[in-house]
């Protein structure tokens, strides 16, 4: 695992202090390249993916971290690969949960400057740079996102999909918010949301709001597997000579 320096400044930072040299901005943009395409080498041939978001900081014991290792088994059992940010906590549970029910579960993990390891229940991992490509690649090979509870990466990951969703820019699939009592501020505020007319309230619709694992797979089941037919989608194989899997 490699862990950045705090004396040391990132590509990212260096990239968002503004202009710069236009050979600085294409060795960035082609960096950026390389991860996707690290990415892509990686996660092309796993099936539908689940994605769980939640926070690194709930450990074993911690009723989210149950709840979570749940989903992760019942996500596996319907079919899905489960994949997580890679790290600690919640997203150790999700994993650990898919690898002791016997399915697949994978990880995308973040570079920062305080250490994370990729947790041990991964069957296979990428380590990412750039916060902005990890969460795209979370995004491109899941059909169903769950969100846990956490903190402002879980709530980043979570309004974007639902931004996705909302704008078109991907399909209507299901997002699960799990926890009620954590976030029920949460929701009051998505509500007024609604109330003030900054959202629709078909945008409040986008996603269902239980702590019953049950009713999250049923409600998966019929808006991704169903309304994607997933069950007949096409499983790419990777090429050994080509270094993928």
């Excluded at 689940?50 to 019942?74: C, D, L, N, Q, W």
């Excluded at 969703?165 to 501020?185: A, D, L, R, S, W």
Aim: include cysteine.
């Amino acid at each position: 695992m490699r862990i950045i320096t705090k004396n040391k400044r990132t590509d990212e930072q260096l990239f968002l202090d503004g202009p710069r040299s236009r050979y600085k901005e294409f060795v960035f943009s082609i960096k950026v390249l390389f991860q996707f395409i690290k990415g892509f080498r990686k996660f092309h041939f796993l099936g539908p993916c689940a994605t769980v978001f939640g926070s690194a900081r709930f450990k074993e014991g911690h009723p989210y971290y149950e709840m979570t290792k749940k989903m992760g088994a019942e996500l596996v059992r319907i079919g899905f690969t489960v994949m997580t940010g890679g790290g600690p906590g919640l997203m150790e549970a999700a994993n650990r949960g898919a690898q002791e029910a016997k399915g697949k579960s994978v990880g995308c993990n973040i570079i920062l400057f305080a250490e994370q390891k990729p947790n041990e229940f991964l069957d296979k991992w990428v380590e990412i740079n750039y916060f902005f490509v990890r969460k795209i690649l979370l995004s491109k090979y899941s059909y169903v996102f769950i969100v846990m509870p956490g903190g402002y990466g879980t709530l980043d990951e979570f309004f974007e999909s639902l931004t996705l969703i909302q704008t078109q820019k991907t399909k209507n699939f299901p997002v699960v918010v799990m926890g009620k009592e954590y976030h029920k501020q949460l929701i009051d505020h998505i509500d007024n949301m609604v109330k003030t007319k900054t959202i629709s309230s078909e945008d409040r619709k986008i996603f269902l709001f239980t702590d019953d694992v049950a009713e999250a797979i049923k409600h998966i089941e019929i808006h991704a597997i169903n309304a994607f037919n997933l069950n007949k989608q096409k499983v790419f194989t990777p090429v050994k000579i080509l270094g993928e899997g």
